[in-house]
């Protein structure tokens, strides 16, 4: 149902890069062959009363993520909107608003000021990861510092069949400790951890997706340490391949909001003495289920096949 939605409103039957179409008074226009899509034509409130949630809800599954530029938006504005997409994280009964910023912003919370981070799933080290993220752009450096993506629902189906299989019955424990940017030998001892499947359902598409991801994921639990790591490192270049990526490059007046869980997502360098100033809300999800793969319906990539390879 949904996916039929957002294929209805674009869908030329030819998956055409850059396909622009109407909707009454909303242009949409794809951003890439598989992900991304921007809406123009409204303000984001008006917007929001010309696409109902069902649709919004829709779209974002099936493009990964949705781009609002040209955006004015307070505090609350961005928050009515994020609770269009379903329940805010909050603090209490207000929205938790945080400004990813080099900068203080008054007296608000400022998180991850500085510098690249390595692709990551928020919250993926809890029992239940966010359902989608909002970034909206205040402050934008003239140089860097893009939004990066990663497809996992691409990336898993391009596995080859016996590391599907592998995975299948495999766990990954998630933990977020150590660095908050990038991946670390080391993890602090007060660590939040979660074990997950390390493929799981998309709870809107039902794809299967690589929840498997280079800042978070410590050990695929079972394997020996030294085949866990060689396996990790092969998922994680596999992932990363220019093939299941988009970087976001920003402007200011961006509103960004992305399924954190089709899509991983991390940050490109920037030149730090320059502002960079993001206002950020997260929805939250629900319980992570275990995909189950029904034989043969996937087709194979160009991954070396572990699973294949003699145990030393
Ligand atoms: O700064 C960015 O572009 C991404 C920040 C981030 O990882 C997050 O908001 O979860």
């Given at each position: 149902m949904t996916e039929a939605l957002g294929k209805g409103l674009?869908?030329?039957?030819?998956?055409?890069?850059?396909l622009s179409q109407s909707v009454g008074p909303l242009a949409l226009r794809r951003l890439s062959p598989t992900l991304g899509l921007e809406i123009t034509g409204q303000a984001l409130n008006e917007a929001v009363r010309s696409l109902s949630t069902e649709t919004l809800n829709a779209l974002l599954a099936e493009h990964g993520f949705l781009l609002f530029p040209g955006q004015t938006l307070d505090e609350a504005t961005q928050a009515a909107f994020a609770a269009c997409l379903g329940k805010v994280r909050s603090e209490g009964a207000t929205p938790r608003i945080r400004y990813v910023s080099n900068r203080p912003v008054d007296d608000a919370v400022a998180i991850l000021p500085k510098g690249a981070m390595d692709l990551h799933v928020d919250q993926?080290?809890?029992e239940h990861p966010n359902k989608a993220t909002l970034l909206y752009g205040l402050e934008i450096p003239s140089k860097g510092g893009a939004t990066r993506f990663a497809d996992a629902v691409a990336a898993y189906a391009a596995l080859p069949r016996g590391t599907q299989a592998l995975l299948s019955g495999l766990d990954v424990l998630q933990a977020y400790g150590g660095s908050e940017t990038t991946r670390t030998a080391t993890l602090d001892a007060n660590t939040a951890t979660w074990r997950h499947p390390s493929v799981i359902k998309?709870?809107?598409?039902g794809h299967a997706l690589l929840?498997?991801?280079?800042?978070m994921t410590r050990t695929l639990v079972g394997l020996p340490e030294e085949e866990s790591n060689a396996l990790l490192a092969e998922l994680f270049s596999h992932l990363e391949q220019p093939r299941f990526r988009y970087d976001h490059q920003w402007r200011q007046g961006d509103l960004l909001v992305w399924d954190n869980l089709r899509l991983q997502h991390g940050r490109a360098e920037f030149e730090t003495s320059q502002s960079r100033v993001l206002r950020r809300l997260t929805i939250e999800g629900g319980k992570v289920e275990r995909f189950v793969q029904v034989p043969g319906d996937q087709t194979p990539g160009e991954?070396?096949?572990?699973?294949q390879q003699p145990q030393s």
């Amino acid at each position: 149902m949904t996916e039929a939605l957002g294929k209805g409103l674009l869908d030329d039957g030819k998956g055409m890069t850059g396909l622009s179409q109407s909707v009454g008074p909303l242009a949409l226009r794809r951003l890439s062959p598989t992900l991304g899509l921007e809406i123009t034509g409204q303000a984001l409130n008006e917007a929001v009363r010309s696409l109902s949630t069902e649709t919004l809800n829709a779209l974002l599954a099936e493009h990964g993520f949705l781009l609002f530029p040209g955006q004015t938006l307070d505090e609350a504005t961005q928050a009515a909107f994020a609770a269009c997409l379903g329940k805010v994280r909050s603090e209490g009964a207000t929205p938790r608003i945080r400004y990813v910023s080099n900068r203080p912003v008054d007296d608000a919370v400022a998180i991850l000021p500085k510098g690249a981070m390595d692709l990551h799933v928020d919250q993926c080290f809890a029992e239940h990861p966010n359902k989608a993220t909002l970034l909206y752009g205040l402050e934008i450096p003239s140089k860097g510092g893009a939004t990066r993506f990663a497809d996992a629902v691409a990336a898993y189906a391009a596995l080859p069949r016996g590391t599907q299989a592998l995975l299948s019955g495999l766990d990954v424990l998630q933990a977020y400790g150590g660095s908050e940017t990038t991946r670390t030998a080391t993890l602090d001892a007060n660590t939040a951890t979660w074990r997950h499947p390390s493929v799981i359902k998309h709870p809107v598409s039902g794809h299967a997706l690589l929840f498997v991801n280079r800042l978070m994921t410590r050990t695929l639990v079972g394997l020996p340490e030294e085949e866990s790591n060689a396996l990790l490192a092969e998922l994680f270049s596999h992932l990363e391949q220019p093939r299941f990526r988009y970087d976001h490059q920003w402007r200011q007046g961006d509103l960004l909001v992305w399924d954190n869980l089709r899509l991983q997502h991390g940050r490109a360098e920037f030149e730090t003495s320059q502002s960079r100033v993001l206002r950020r809300l997260t929805i939250e999800g629900g319980k992570v289920e275990r995909f189950v793969q029904v034989p043969g319906d996937q087709t194979p990539g160009e991954l070396t096949d572990v699973s294949q390879q003699p145990q030393s």
